[in-house]
T-cell receptor, first 114, second 115 residues
Framework: KAGVTQTPRYLIKTRGQQVTLSCSPI?????VSWYQQTPGQGLQFLFE???????NKGNFPGRFSGRQFSNSRSEMNVSTLELGDSALYLC?????????????FGAGSRLTVL | QQQVKQSPQSLIVQKGGISIINCAYE??????FPWYQQFPGKGPALLIA?????SEKKEGRFTISFNKSAKQFSLHIMDSQPGDSATYFC??????????????FGQGTRLTINP
């Protein structure tokens, strides 16, 4: 069974640019969540999608956005990049049913902003 | 009130010893407490999880102890092995607050097992 696939794995951008990251969940998983991981702030929740709808959002500025497609694949976008956006962006998928909180994470997309 | 505080930040244990990592939380709505293990270059992987209706859960060499009244939980790794060297994160979430998938993570503990 294939795991959570994130692309690209590594990317370098400059300030002011925008970036789009992609996530393919485990087959059958309908919930996709995104997290930002930095040495200073640790792992922080960005947002969660289920059935193409955003169910929950973390405390990040509007420059961070996402969407989910009908096949459960998800993308997140960061516009007007800042140096502080350099981080490992992790996608996690899960079954969406009561009591099933188990998140399976991908390896992440490491973004460096210069 | 959303914080989960984890200690220590780093831990060095001899092979065969017991590794203990502690976490504390404030939000009484939290009802799911997982531990994740992360190796360099990989995403976090679920290790073991507990719900507040039990005080202890054991899976192999890994045990979670949970103290609901103190709002604390801990991970014990028995017979620690060099392959256990990784960063460990505790986390919590609340199914009541429509946030079952929204994990609040501790800051992480870098565990090193010396051979």
């Amino acid at each position: 069974k294939a795991g959570v696939t994130q692309t690209p794995r590594y990317l370098i951008k400059t300030r002011g640019q925008q970036v789009t990251l992609s996530c393919s969940p485990i087959s059958g998983h309908r919930s996709v969540s995104w997290y930002q991981q930095t040495p200073g702030q640790g792992l922080q929740f960005l947002f969660e999608y289920f059935s193409e709808t955003q169910r929950n959002k973390g405390n990040f500025p509007g420059r961070f956005s996402g969407r989910q497609f009908s096949n459960s694949r998800s993308e997140m976008n960061v516009s007007t990049l800042e140096l502080g956006d350099s981080a490992l962006y992790l996608c996690a998928s899960s079954l969406f049913r009561p009591g099933a909180n188990v998140l399976t994470f991908g390896a992440g997309s490491r973004l460096t902003v210069l | 009130q959303q914080q989960v505080k984890q200690s220590p930040q780093s831990l060095i244990v001899q092979k065969g010893g017991i590794s203990i990592i502690n976490c504390a939380y404030e939000n009484t709505a939290f009802d799911y407490f997982p531990w994740y293990q992360q190796f360099p270059g990989k995403g976090p992987a679920l290790l073991i999880a507990i719900r507040p209706d039990v005080s202890e859960k054991k899976e192999g060499r890994f045990t979670i102890s949970f103290n609901k009244s103190a709002k604390q939980f801990s991970l014990h790794i028995m017979d620690s092995q060099p392959g256990d060297s990784a960063t460990y994160f505790c986390a919590a979430s609340s199914s009541v607050e429509r946030g079952a998938q929204k994990l609040v993570f501790g800051q992480g503990t870098r565990l090193t097992i010396n051979p």
